[in-house]
C-alpha cells in the first residue's frame, strides 16, 4: 500500500503518541476497524519501534506504517529495520530526508513557513506536515496551496477535531495527522472506537469518493 492508497481509503494518519508496545496491536485493530490506514508511533513514546514492528508485523501489508518525531538520520535507519515505511518529522531537516529516501521511506517532514515547504519539494519529498497547524491557520493554507504546485500534498497537523476537518479540506488541505484529539495514553478501547469512527465520518464526508 502507498501513502496515497492509504490517504484515499481514509485521509487521516494515526499519531499514538505514548502507546505502549503491549498496547499497540490492540489500538491499531480498532483503528483499522474504523477505517485507518496509516499509523505512526512517535518515537518519543515508550519503546517505539518495538511497537513499530509489531505494527508492521500485523499491518504492514494492509496500511501504512511508520515513526513520527523522527530528528535524526539514524533514527531512519532503526525505522526501516523495524519494518516501517512512513517516516514523519516534526520539522524540515534535509540529512533526515536525505537518509529516509535512500531507505526507499514515505517522507513527510514538518514545514510552518512557505521557504521550508518549497525547500522539502525541491528535495522532492512524498508530502509536507504542516506543523503546528493551529498556529499556522486555515488561511496561511489557502494561501499556500495558491503558490505550491498543484500535486504537492498538504497535511496539517496539530489541533485538528473532527468538527474542523471540512473547513480546513475547503482551505486546501490533502488529509490530517489527527494526534490527542483520537488516542493519549490510558484511553480505552471502547472510547478509541467511537471517536476513531467520528472522525472517519467526517473525513469521508470532506472528501467524498467518485
Not at 113 to 142: C, H, N, W, Y
Amino acid at each position: 500500500m502507498t501513502l496515497h492508497d492509504a490517504l484515499a481509503a481514509c485521509p487521516l494518519i494515526a499519531i499514538l503518541r505514548g502507546v505502549k508496545p503491549d498496547e499497540i496491536l490492540g489500538v491499531a485493530g480498532t483503528l483499522y476497524d474504523a477505517g485507518f490506514r496509516a499509523i505512526e508511533v512517535p518515537l518519543n513514546s515508550p519503546d517505539p519501534f518495538a511497537s513499530i514492528k509489531r505494527l508492521a508485523g500485523t499491518y504492514g501489508d494492509r496500511a501504512m506504517i511508520g515513526a513520527g518525531t523522527v530528528t535524526d538520520p539514524a533514527d531512519c535507519r532503526r525505522l526501516a529495520e523495524a519494518g516501517g515505511r512512513l517516516m514523519v518529522a516534526p520539522n524540515y531537516a534535509p540529512d533526515v530526508v536525505e537518509e529516509a529516501q535512500r531507505l526507499g521511506l514515505v517522507t513527510l517532514p514538518g514545514v510552518a513557513t512557505p521557504s521550508e515547504a518549497f525547500a522539502a519539494l525541491r528535495q522532492r519529498v512524498d508530502g509536507l506536515k504542516l506543523f503546528p497547524a493551529d498556529a499556522i491557520g486555515m488561511a496561511a493554507l489557502k494561501a499556500w496551496r495558491s503558490v505550491m504546485p498543484k500535486d504537492a500534498l498538504l497535511l496539517p497537523v496539530g489541533g485538528i477535531d473532527a468538527a474542523s476537518i471540512a473547513d480546513w479540506r475547503k482551505a486546501g488541505a490533502d488529509g490530517f495527522g489527527i494526534g490527542g484529539a483520537l488516542y493519549r495514553p490510558g484511553t480505552d478501547l471502547d472510547t478509541l472506537a467511537k471517536t476513531a469512527k467520528d472522525f472517519v465520518a467526517a473525513a469521508r464526508a470532506a472528501f467524498p469518493r467518485d
